[in-house]
């Protein structure tokens, strides 16, 4: 502290003896430097916010994670999907070191986060300095969608940490005139691939930097541009067939409307900080640092901006104009590199120091105080685990059968494993969160196969006997079928809704004797 306040009081003088002193140009750049504890205090402090959620039950999509390796190493080819194909080999080695505890399965993706941070930082530092590098750090690491895919059991702290390591490889290149470095570019954007298919929106914009930061010397560029392409190609092959059935099915994968374009802002610029990035703007302009040693190089800025704005623009472009919506709010994970990188251009432009730092520990403080006073936030999302806790302790003491709506979209366009619920993929929370009850399974929409499992079910062994029926919101109308089918024969008692999940209870309804009908 003492130090700060020594190079906050010079700093103010040498400011003012040149305001009085026309004829001092270029004062020292010592003048205005912040000392670097104090940006590493803040990274140090958004990295801090990651951890208010790890303790928190598994969400539905996470689950599915666990489910994919609770079959064992073997089992996870013919679980593992299309979609992320290396994570589940990851996490299952995670799991024989640190087991299969909530925490314990959140650890692999804040190590993978911290670093794709770490080479975030290095890649920052070498474009245009330390105090840039801290500040794109704290915005990315401050970021909602990086704070929750952090703790996330799933794929996307180690496709940003190949985003990370892609882009740190892309800064190296630009003095770079081998074969072996474009080779390792290519292979690390193949595993980007390989952790999860849609981040290949992020390939454009890592073509593009390469063809900005090479363009001056076209016969290296050529030549690397080639041998990228090549080990990329040799890497990817294996996915092709999964690309393919992805394309194939890309109808069953849409769970969400055509994004408006507030939600292209609320990426940009978080809506609870929205204000100080605006802010940042205003300042960025009003009082733009005008010395000499904070010019950037224009290519480099471009590259920057390609960054961001390439898979912004291909996520966003490609929902809003097409039946297929991706501009998913954990699949925008790709683009937050790239946003960090261009608000780092332009807070770095601001030309008070202080002004720099304090606007970085403003986002800090922001995202740290929603955080902690969001309820969902704190809980990581929704989860299934209350609502099956619930229905465990109310069925096992008759052995009452629960009816469960799958929450996953791919399960409306399918049979249901009436046989096999309990290790079906589309009941993952089940494998995690297990009912020793009788599970009856139906999809997530309300169409001919739910109708055709659930008067099975109600016109057989739920006739005359209690049972419990449960959905998550977009299932809502398969228990209002089940009530409105059961109307002569159950009365439905609500027991809760435990996070949108919705646990009824639907009992027998005495039975008049016919003896007692003839009197009557």
């Known amino acids: 502290m003492r130090r700060f306040l020594t190079a906050f009081k010079t700093s103010t003088s ?56 609770k079959a064992g190493f073997w089992h996870i080819p013919s679980r593992g999907g299309v979609l992320f194909v290396a994570y589940p080999y990851v996490l299952w080695f995670a799991t024989k070191l640190l087991g299969t505890s909530e925490v314990a399965l959140r650890i692999p993706s804040i190590v993978a986060m911290l670093g794709a941070v770490y080479l975030l930082y290095r890649a920052a530092r070498e474009l245009f300095g330390r105090e840039f590098a801290f500040i794109v750090c704290i915005v ?16 996307y702290a180690f496709a940003t940490l190949a985003m990370s390591a892609c882009i ?39 073509l593009a930097g390469l063809v900005i930061l090479k363009a001056s010397d076209r016969k290296t560029l050529w030549r690397q541009l080639g041998v990228s392409l090549l080990a990329f190609t040799l890497a ?10 992805m394309f194939h099915t890309r109808g069953t994968h849409v769970f969400q409307e055509a994004p ?41 800025v471009l590259c920057c901006v390609a960054l961001a704005a390439i898979p912004l623009g291909i996520l966003f472009g490609v929902s809003a104009a097409t039946p297929i919506h991706i501009f998913v709010v954990r699949y925008r994970t790709v683009t937050i590199l790239g946003i960090a990188l261009a608000w780092g251009l332009i807070i770095s432009r601001i030309g008070s120091p202080l002004l720099r730092v304090a606007l970085c520990c403003a986002l800090v403080l922001v995202a740290a105080g929603h955080d902690l006073s969001n309820p969902i936030s704190r809980n990581h999302g929704f989860t299934w685990k209350y609502a099956l806790e619930a229905a465990e302790r109310n069925a096992e003491s008759d052995n009452a059968p629960v009816v469960v709506s799958s929450d996953y979209p791919e399960s409306s366009y399918a049979p249901m494993p009436v046989d096999s619920a309990k290790d079906s993929g589309f009941f993952a929370p089940l494998s995690y969160y297990p009912l020793s009850v009788p599970v009856v399974p139906l999809p997530r929409a309300l169409n001919d196969e739910a109708i055709r499992v659930a008067s099975a079910f109600l016109n057989g062994a739920g006739q005359h006997r209690r049972f419990l029926a449960m959905a998550f919101w977009p299932s809502y109308p398969n228990l209002d079928w089940i009530r ?14 435990f996070d949108g999940v ?17 009197r009557e």
Do not use: M
């Open 14 to 69: 040498i400011e003012e003896s040149h305001v009085k002193n026309p004829l001092v140009k270029n004062p020292s750049p010592e003048r205005d430097r912040i000392p670097p504890v104090v940006y590493a205090f803040a990274l140090a402090a958004s990295i801090a916010i990651w951890f208010v959620a790890v303790r928190s039950p598994l969400w539905l999509d996470e689950t599915f994670s666990f489910w994919q390796i």
């Open 140 to 155: 990315f690491c401050s970021h909602p969608i990086i704070i929750f895919a952090s703790v996330d059991v799933r794929a």
């Open 168 to 206: 740190f490889l892309l800064v190296r290149l630009r003095n770079n005139d081998s074969n072996w470095l474009p080779a390792l570019l290519g292979l690390t954007a193949a595993v980007l691939v390989w952790f999860h298919f849609l981040f290949a929106v992020f390939l454009p914009a890592l």
């Open 236 to 245: 990817f092959w294996p996915l092709v067939p999964g690309y393919l059935a």
């Open 260 to 300: 408006p374009f507030i939600e292209l802002v609320r990426t940009v610029a978080p809506a609870w900080q929205k204000w100080l990035f605006a802010l940042a703007l205003v300042l960025a302009v009003l009082h733009r640092d005008r010395s000499s040693e904070n010019k950037k190089p224009f290519t480099w």
């Open 484 to 497: 409105d089918h059961t109307l002569k024969t159950h009365s439905a008692l609500v027991l809760g809704n």
């Open 502 to 518: 919705v646990l009824v209870e639907f009992t027998p309804l005495p039975q008049v004797e016919p003896n007692v009908q003839q």
